[in-house]
């Protein structure tokens, strides 16, 4: 409750009436009963954005992956496990909000079958080869709709970092994208802080090395400002 009163009294609601939907977390993508494909995200950086948004007046609704964090004041909260059940929840959703933003590192590709039983080991082969098959790409899904949400995407990224960025911002037909440079010891996953930079069409905007709500904070007025400039 203090927390909720805070957020009221301190914020300007520069997002009072606007729906958000977020994605956050890993995604698992299962190999058999007991194994699954993932990745590092901790889903703190997703969780942050959800509560500055919510801070700023948003109305906001969380798909997530599995992470081991406490669901913001005033988020709606959806647990998701796998690529294709969050693409499941973001496209279902998605006609009913104002704003998207992709901050979950989804898996580009799952295992292309399941295994029903654990899968044994065996004495007379030390390779094993895994076929994978692509995931759908959900940011690039909803910025192919004729009637897409400002759409606000990361791009995480080890080298060539601006340049993997611009190029997934036009590609996957986005408003923004946040860079973010994983390759820096202390920042991006599963790390406390964290570091962006945001490009948009003819703009960029450096956000420095930050806990991650502050980070957050900054990067969701900043799109704030371009969402109803
Ligand atoms: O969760 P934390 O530990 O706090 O770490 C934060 C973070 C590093 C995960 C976060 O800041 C971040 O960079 N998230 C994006 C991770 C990622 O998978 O980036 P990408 O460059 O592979 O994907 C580009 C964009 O496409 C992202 O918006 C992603 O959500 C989206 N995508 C990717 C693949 C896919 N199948 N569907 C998608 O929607």
Redesign the pocket.
Known sequence: LVERCCQQLTAEPLLAGVKLLL???PTREALDPVRYISN???????FALAAAAAELGAAVTLVTGPVNLPTPVGVRRIDVES?LQMHEAVMSRIGECDLFI?????A?YRPAQVASQKIKKTGDNDQMALSLVK?????AAVGALSDKPFTV?????TVDVEQYALD?LRR?RLDMIAA?D?SRAGQ???ADD?ALTVFWQGGQAALPLAD?LTLARHLVALIARHYRP
Request: proline share 3%.
């Open positions: 994605t956050a977390g590092h995200s901790s889903g703190k950086m997703g690529a992709g901050c979950a590192a989804v580009d995931n759908p790409d959900i940011i995407g990361f791009a995480a990224e997934k996957k973010n994983v991006g996953f599963n964290n991650k």
